[in-house]
């Protein structure tokens, strides 16, 4: 009996390992995209030489989602959300911005900061028509149509102005039905969100309160807003609720909604909230890089959720890591998050070149803002050290534009290169070939199709659209094959009772910890907000809503995994 006892348990021990799908064929069967998003950004029309989209709207029209970004020069479609084909048109207005669009029926409408509204049924071959004009201009304009088929129109964009609407009778050349209303209006006082500065610390500054976007959920309606201002780390889009969509709203008790302060592509701003083919709801907003000029930026895609109560939220815990693109409605946001770690962190870099002013460690230092540039645009070469073997998944190479002297699109303009891997920085195997490449993305991301093993990873360049060679983050994904972090347990947690928009948090350094995540919300089950520090054993946040109550968490993670989240600290 006891034999037969061990033999069906090794039995089931051997079937189960059968049933376990190799890691490379799990990575098979998942699609993933990480931001900023693999776009082709276009070089902008006027000096200085900078590549630019901001102020995104995605539209579901005829089975495609469609992408209108400002200064873009045309717009983009895609089938999943991962790939896009660029559609140039000088039908409508794209040198001006804050785009938004709009379907009713069988026909897209278009509008841009302006009061001229375009339509089209013709979008992938560009073709588009003056469908009106209304009696006033605006600036960020935003559409919505409501179940009862009618339509209500906001916009706003001001440092001192706030956030308008009313309604358009679109059966009568959109002409406005009543007068335009309030709102919202900033209130720094009291919202640390919306106080401008990197950090929400510019306390003399009025913040600017712009882009408009408007969602209706389970019969209630979910007006959002962006602010400080689009050169800012926390560039972030707030939300207000009512019964109605001309209002009265009322704060929600979760802001900002969508916010990602820290990491490599920061910002979440000026943006609009969709729904996805299942059921899945996004927000696209503005990554800010602001160097070479304050409007210098890119985009970003995070998943979206409604909770039980009606809580508007996004999840940017790991919003510039791979997220996987879905083909069926999720229920939990984990189903969106792989689990790939970030390996490339302030690990070892040489390179062949480089110019003083932009050294070899901005390859790795996980901040879009700075870059390395090699001393020529062809035949330069970088090479990182994980310093140990690691599982690798997936690559994103961030291009930075660096002596460059062009403007607008170009048909030569492109990026050819490979990536090799090596475990002993002699002997090489290529794993991508892209030296007879003919696009332009500048943010690059590419899934391997299984994982490879290795400790070194080369770039080598073979040509660019202009200028030096330049990158701003040589970011590598997948898994090491150590231990994660141990939890962290002496979390403390301040809260200055002259400046309630303001916490203080600071832990002890993590053994085996590359970086800790803060998670906190105005519930304790809902830690909606998070805030990534690197290095760091100590931050502060300056975005709280001086109103409410707030529970704090915190969480360590390295190149093979996440800890479990520390115990739950309440702050009044």
Not at 348 to 359: G, I, K, Q, W
Not at 386 to 413: K, M
Not at 535 to 553: C, M, P
Request: with cysteine; charged share 25%.
């Amino acid at each position: 009996m006891v034999k037969n006892s061990v033999f069906l348990i090794f039995l089931i021990i051997a079937f189960v390992a059968c049933k376990q799908e190799p890691e490379s064929k799990i990575i098979q069967d998942i699609k993933t995209i990480c931001n900023p998003l693999d776009l082709s950004y276009r070089f902008q029309l006027d000096e200085p030489s900078r590549r630019e989209a901001a102020d995104p709207t995605v539209v579901l029209f005829q089975d495609e989602y469609y992408l209108f970004a400002s200064k873009s020069g045309g717009y983009w479609y895609s089938s999943d959300l991962a790939d896009w084909t660029f559609v140039k048109t000088d039908e409508i207005p794209t040198e001006q911005y804050a785009p938004t669009a709009l379907v009713i029926n069988d026909t897209m409408y278009f509008m841009a900061s302006s009061n001229s509204i375009f339509k089209a049924t013709d979008l992938k071959g560009g073709k588009w028509k003056l469908a009106a004009e209304l009696p006033f201009g605006v600036t960020d304009p935003a559409l919505f149509l409501d179940d009862d088929q009618r339509l209500y129109f906001y916009w706003g964009c001001s440092d001192k102005e706030p956030i308008y609407g009313v309604e358009l009778d679109y059966r009568n050349n959109f002409q406005p039905v009543g007068d335009r209303v309030e709102l919202m209006h900033a209130d720094t006082k009291n919202h640390g969100w919306e106080v401008p500065g990197d950090y929400n610390n510019l306390l003399d500054n009025a913040p600017w309160i712009e882009g408009a976007w408007m969602n209706k959920h389970n019969g209630k309606y979910y007006l959002q807003y962006a602010g400080p201002g689009t050169q800012f780390k926390s560039y972030s889009d707030g939300v207000y609720t009512s019964d109605h969509p001309l209002g009265p709203f009322t704060l929600a008790v979760n802001n900002p909604f969508a916010c990602h302060p820290e990491g490599f592509a920061t910002g979440a701003g000026h943006g609009s909230t969709f729904e996805d083919k299942y059921g899945n709801f996004w927000h696209i907003g503005t990554v800010t890089i602001s160097q070479k000029h304050m409007f210098e930026r890119r985009l970003a895609l995070y998943p979206a959720f409604f909770d039980e109560q009606g809580e508007l939220y996004s999840d940017t815990r790991f919003g510039d890591y791979p997220m996987t693109v879905l083909s069926e409605k999720v229920k939990s946001k984990d189903e969106i998050f792989p689990g790939w770690m970030l390996l490339s962190y302030n690990k070892p870099v040489s390179v062949l070149t480089e110019v003083d002013s932009c050294p070899k460690e901005n390859i790795t230092d996980e901040d879009i803002r700075t870059y390395w540039s090699a001393q020529s645009g062809s035949n330069q070469w970088a090479v990182i050290d994980l310093e140990t073997e690691s599982d690798v998944y997936a690559v994103q190479i961030n291009f930075a534009e660096h002596n460059t002297n062009v403007y607008d699109r170009q048909p030569h303009f492109r990026y050819r290169y490979s990536v090799d891997v090596s475990s002993d920085n002699k002997n090489w195997q290529t794993i991508i070939d892209r030296s007879d490449n003919e696009t332009d993305n500048s943010h690059p991301y590419i899934q391997l199709k299984s994982k490879v093993s290795c400790r070194y990873m080369r770039i080598t360049n073979y040509e660019i659209p202009a200028g030096n060679f330049a990158l701003s983050g040589f970011r590598v994904f997948g898994l090491g094959n150590g231990d994660k972090p141990a939890s962290v347990s002496n979390l403390k947690v301040e809260r200055p009772s002259e400046n309630r928009r303001v916490v203080n948090l600071s832990w002890e350094k993590t053994p085996g910890a590359v970086g800790y995540q803060i998670r906190y919300g105005v519930t304790e089950n809902k830690l909606y907000q998070s805030y990534k520090v690197y290095n760091d054993t100590a931050v502060t946040i300056n975005s709280l809503n001086a109103n409410r109550i707030y529970f704090f968490a915190i969480e360590a993670f390295n190149e093979n995994g996440v800890t479990e989240t520390s115990s739950i600290i309440k702050v009044d």
